[in-house]
């Protein structure tokens, strides 16, 4: 069964940081662009970063870029992100998601994306 597993949200104070995981199991993810989304209470799902199945090529919302930085590890079938400086604003839940076919050019829209995590839930608060 083809699953994709979110892991490393929590609770962090404003200024934090959180690397969060997204496995997965049941395929590999080498020939899959990969993408990040969140969605806060009471707002629409956002595209906030996305990678190419060779890690050559990310993307960015300008609402993290400079503080997230999104990578992959092939051998590990596992792709991160790291999430510096966080804000309050950035609470939501994250959700990682898999392409079978890769968004040319790379973009971080949800429609291009086949397989969905359950997500994790980041909280940003004092």
């Known amino acids: 069964q083809l699953q994709l597993v979110e892991s490393g949200g929590g609770l962090v104070q404003p200024g934090g940081s959180l690397r969060l995981s997204c496995a997965a199991s049941?395929?590999?993810?080498?020939?899959?662009?990969i993408g990040w989304f969140r969605q806060a209470p009471g707002k629409e799902r956002e595209g906030i970063s996305c990678?190419?199945?060779?890690?050559?090529?990310?993307n960015y919302a300008a609402s993290v870029k400079g503080r997230f930085t999104i990578s992959r590890d092939n051998a590990k079938n596992t792709v991160y992100l790291q999430m510096d400086s966080l804000k309050p604003e950035d609470t939501a839940i994250y959700y990682c998601?898999?392409?079978?076919?890769?968004?040319?050019?790379?973009?971080?829209?949800?429609?291009?994306?086949?397989?969905w995590g359950q997500g994790t839930q980041v909280t940003v608060s004092s």
């Open positions: 998601a898999a392409a079978n076919r890769q968004p040319r050019p790379l973009r971080c829209v949800a429609h291009y994306y086949d397989y």
């Open positions: 049941g395929f590999t993810l080498d020939y899959h662009a």
């Open positions: 990678i190419s199945s060779s890690g050559g090529s990310t």
